[in-house]
């Protein structure tokens, strides 16, 4: 079936590095995103979100890149900090639908 | 301000029990999900209300599993009866749908072990 970023790898980024994490979606008719961040033992936490209709989105030490094209998504963290170590998801939004299909996720580990 | 709610946190029982896992979500929020997270398959969705009303259920994985959302600030998530492949985290999320894109918020999951 379809299915958002499917892999798990993990990222290793010294502390103070910028880290890019990167996500595949496959329904080109998405028209909304989001990045989620999971600690162990909690719940996805809200990032950042973008719609089809930008191709960039800044927040606090993060910015999202949408590039339509190729159905690729990815997050962008400056300066990485310990308390960054996570799991991060992107999620796409099907059209018309309050559904959302969510990636097995990429593990950000920072090294001191 | 108050996330969503679950409970409990951690749930251990034997096959064959009934599980009931409960939400409370973030107040004002007209939309509920129920999702379930293994390693082997991520996160997946299982049900979600709108407004109280259940609008697609087509994730829920079997009979055994049903959701109710009698009002707007709680829901339940049962399963009767239990078997150990249920075992997982269930998180649930709440977002408002009014004025377009919203993202969803989560909380911090129930942890069911069946034996």
């Known amino acids: 079936g379809e299915s958002v970023g499917l892999h798990l790898p993990t990222l290793s980024v010294q502390e103070g590095d910028n880290s890019i994490i990167n996500c595949a979606y496959s329904n080109s008719a998405s028209d909304y995103f989001i990045w989620y961040k999971q600690e162990s033992g909690k719940g996805p936490q809200f990032i950042i979100d973008?719609?089809?209709?930008?191709d960039k989105r800044q927040g606090q030490r993060v910015t999202v890149l949408l590039n339509k094209t190729v159905k690729h998504l990815s997050l962008q963290i400056a300066a990485t900090q310990p308390g960054d170590s996570a799991v991060y998801f992107c999620?796409?939004?099907?059209?018309?639908?309050?559904?959302?299909?969510f990636g097995t996720g990429t593990r950000l580990k920072v090294l001191a | 301000d108050a996330g969503v709610i679950q409970s409990p946190r951690h749930e251990v029982t034997e096959m064959g029990q009934e599980v009931t896992l409960r939400c409370k979500p973030i107040s004002g929020h007209n939309s509920l999900f129920w999702y379930r997270q293994t390693m082997m398959r991520g996160l997946e969705l299982l049900i979600y209300f709108n407004n109280n009303v259940p609008i697609d259920d087509s994730g829920m994985p079997e009979d055994r599993f049903s959701a109710k959302m009698p009002n707007a600030s709680f829901s339940t998530l049962k399963i009767q009866p239990s078997e150990p492949r249920d075992s997982a985290v269930y998180f649930c999320?709440?977002?408002?749908?009014?004025?377009?894109?919203?993202?969803?918020?989560f909380g911090d999951g129930t942890r069911l072990s069946i034996l």
């Open positions: 999620a796409e939004r099907r059209p018309g639908t309050y559904k959302y299909i």
């Open positions: 973008i719609r089809s209709n930008m």
């Open positions: 999320a709440s977002s408002s749908q009014q004025g377009g894109n919203q993202p969803q918020h």
